[in-house]
């Protein structure tokens, strides 16, 4: 009867007891916390708000020259970085409406004439 216990009470030590089950206390790291929204999904700006352009006519002068900073290819939602201003497509900046987005390259359009940049 003596060796019977002490039997179990050896398998007890080496047994995994509740503290194994538990994910982070048995040697492994943590799992992460779930998320709660998708953070590349992109949200819709309400009208008027700060991100939301006015479509306003303004008159740029004929050696309008910005810097292209950057293109971003997204299909219907590709961008560029004009100046360090991010102008989605159908966007309007100092009048021009950026119209295309190639790799390193943007083109913008305003009353028929037509402007493309290029990255350096």
Do not use: K
């Not at 790799?103 to 359009?109: G, I, L």
């Amino acid at each position: 009867m003596i060796r019977f216990l002490c039997l179990v009470g050896l398998i007890g030590l080496y047994a995994p007891g509740p503290a194994a089950a538990r994910p982070g206390t048995g040697g492994e790291p943590p799992s992460p916390p779930a998320l709660r929204h998708n953070p590349f999904a992109r949200t819709t700006l309400p009208e008027g708000s700060a991100r939301a352009r006015p479509q306003t006519s303004v008159a740029a002068p004929r050696d309008w020259s910005p810097n292209l900073r950057a293109t971003v290819l997204a299909g219907p939602r590709s961008m560029v970085n004009v100046d360090g201003e991010m102008v989605l497509v159908g966007e309007e900046i100092d009048g021009f409406r950026l119209v295309e987005v190639r790799e390193r390259v943007a083109v913008f359009e305003r009353d028929g004439d037509q402007r493309v940049l290029t990255l350096e």
